[in-house]
């Protein structure tokens, strides 16, 4: 079975600050991961996914992420955050292609909650 | 491409009375889901369709939920009775398993904002 793990359920910044928002994932196999946003009473938009290659990942945004397999993370950063990056960010992910399923399975998701 | 598309956008109900909610995916997509998201639960996957038939609906209350795909360009979600507890935005989304590469991925409608009073 697979599951992601969204440490923080919210996580405030300062304006024009970084931030990290961490997942960790637990899969036998190898793994699609993606980062969605959600803005307020919104539909869910794909930021970033990591699907083979380069393990930095950058989305829209500005936002970028980095996959670990070693650490069986893939936690999303942006170096400067905007008031309008204010919204629910959900990590989610899916067994490789080729496997039996193809279930997306999200995370429990995290605010980030930009104050200026 | 005008992307998934849901309707209604929201829908206010009495307990007791049935629901339809409708999902037309993006054309050429063979994958096709539905969830549920509550604040309590987050965001679970109830059914999900490849080729119009039903991989997994372990996700789905069957005494009261179904799910339908009569053809390719859409969907149908229904609850029957509806109860207070069904509350909560209802998404669907599409996706390719042929799209390989930079184009995998799930696209999402808008969401279908569902009260039972």
């Known amino acids: 079975a697979q599951s ?5 359920s919210q996580v405030p910044v300062f304006e024009e600050a970084p931030v990290e928002l961490r997942c960790n994932y637990s ?9 969605y946003v959600q803005y307020p009473n919104q539909g869910l938009q794909l930021l970033l996914k990591y699907l083979s290659g380069s393990t930095l990942v950058k989305g829209i945004n500005g936002f970028e992420a980095e996959f670990n397999k070693s650490q069986t ?3 999303l950063r942006k170096p400067s955050v905007h008031i309008s ?4 960010y959900f990590c989610a992910v ?3 292609y080729g496997g039996a399923t193809n279930k997306l399975i999200f995370g429990t998701g995290t605010l980030l909650a930009v104050q200026p | 491409d005008a992307g998934v598309i849901q309707s209604p956008r929201h829908e206010v109900t009495e307990m007791g009375q049935e629901v339809t909610l409708r999902c037309k995916p993006i054309s050429g997509h063979d994958y096709l889901f539905w969830y549920r ?3 309590m639960q987050g965001l679970e996957l109830l059914v ?12 789905m209350p069957k005494d009261r939920f179904s799910a339908k795909m009569p053809n390719a360009s859409f969907s149908t979600l229904k609850i029957q ?6 509350s909560a935005v209802y998404f669907c989304a599409s996706s390719s398993e042929s799209g390989q590469g930079s184009n995998y991925g799930y696209t999402f409608g808008s969401g279908t904002r569902l009260t039972v009073v």
Not at chain 1, 85 to 88: K, S
């Open chain 1, 4 to 8: 992601v793990t969204q440490l923080d």
């Open chain 1, 27 to 35: 899969s036998s196999v190898s793994v699609y991961l993606f980062w």
């Open chain 1, 73 to 75: 993370s893939f936690h």
């Open chain 1, 85 to 88: 990056d204010t919204a629910e």
């Open chain 1, 94 to 96: 899916i067994r490789g």
């Open chain 2, 37 to 39: 998201q509550t604040m």
């Open chain 2, 48 to 59: 999900y369709f490849n080729n119009k038939a039903v991989m997994d609906d372990s996700g």
């Open chain 2, 81 to 86: 009775p509806s109860e207070p507890r069904d």
